[in-house]
């Protein structure tokens, strides 16, 4: 019997499209680059703050003058990540309804640790039981160690959960832990992108989620 939720938090849970775009772009201009439409960076997310600079500056660089960059603009991001992010429209009632259903609810994030742990704390309050981002360790999504550490904190075991996630690497995740995965379309992926990847379930809107589960 199902009792647990995992979900993903960009493009999932919450849209953080336009701030990241912002603090990308913020990055690229203070270092002479080519700044990034929405589009783009929309394309670039689902692997981490690291991949996201890496993809957006578009060009091989020494591991030091990467570090640099993306020093720069997690800073950035860290002060203003929450100018304009908010929970997806339906979420809120959703995250409510199973709550008080009973299920345990957590969030495993590529973003970096401090940030998901406050954008979490902010935005849902109360209504999430543990939150993990990406550590000093470098440990991320799809490998399984995320899920299994969540689980973990949860007392739940992967064949009692599902994981909620828009991308690529969020069904890979799901497959590596084996537990079942429900994507989403709202997010920062499409259709095309997500079928060929044959996740158990496919939704289109949030309230969706209490059809399937």
């Known amino acids: 019997m199902k009792n647990t939720i995992l979900f993903d938090l960009d493009g999932?849970?919450?849209?953080?499209?336009?701030?990241?775009?912002?603090?990308i772009n913020y990055m690229l201009k203070a270092y002479n680059h080519k700044e990034r439409t929405e589009v783009e960076i929309r394309s670039f997310l689902g692997n981490g703050a690291l991949r996201l600079v890496e993809l957006a500056i578009g060009e091989k660089l020494l591991e030091k003058d990467l570090l640099e960059r993306y020093n720069y603009y997690d800073a950035y991001y860290e002060a203003h990540k929450m100018d304009h992010t908010g929970p997806y429209d339906g979420i809120l009632d959703?995250?409510?309804?199973?709550?008080?259903?009973?299920?345990?609810?957590?969030?495993?994030?590529?973003?970096?640790?401090?940030?998901?742990?406050?954008?979490?704390?902010?935005i849902f309050k109360d209504t999430f039981d543990y939150a993990l981002g990406v550590k000093n360790d470098g440990i991320k999504k799809p490998d399984k160690k995320m899920v299994d550490e969540c689980l973990k904190a949860l007392g739940?075991?992967?064949?009692?959960?599902?994981?909620?996630?828009?991308?690529?690497?969020?069904?890979?995740?799901g497959k590596?832990?084996?537990?079942?995965?429900?994507?989403?379309?709202?997010?920062?992926?499409?259709?095309?992108?997500i079928a060929p990847l044959n996740p158990e379930f496919i939704i289109g809107k949030p309230t969706d989620l209490l059809k399937v589960i």
């Open 12 to 23: 999932t849970l919450l849209d953080t499209l336009k701030d990241l775009t912002l603090s």
């Open 94 to 122: 959703v995250l409510e309804t199973l709550k008080k259903k009973g299920y345990k609810l957590g969030v495993i994030s590529n973003k970096q640790d401090q940030a998901t742990k406050g954008l979490v704390a902010e």
């Open 156 to 173: 739940s075991k992967p064949e009692e959960a599902y994981l909620v996630g828009d991308s690529e690497v969020d069904i890979q995740t």
């Open 176 to 193: 590596n832990a084996s537990v079942l995965v429900i994507a989403c379309l709202w997010g920062f992926r499409d259709m095309k992108d």
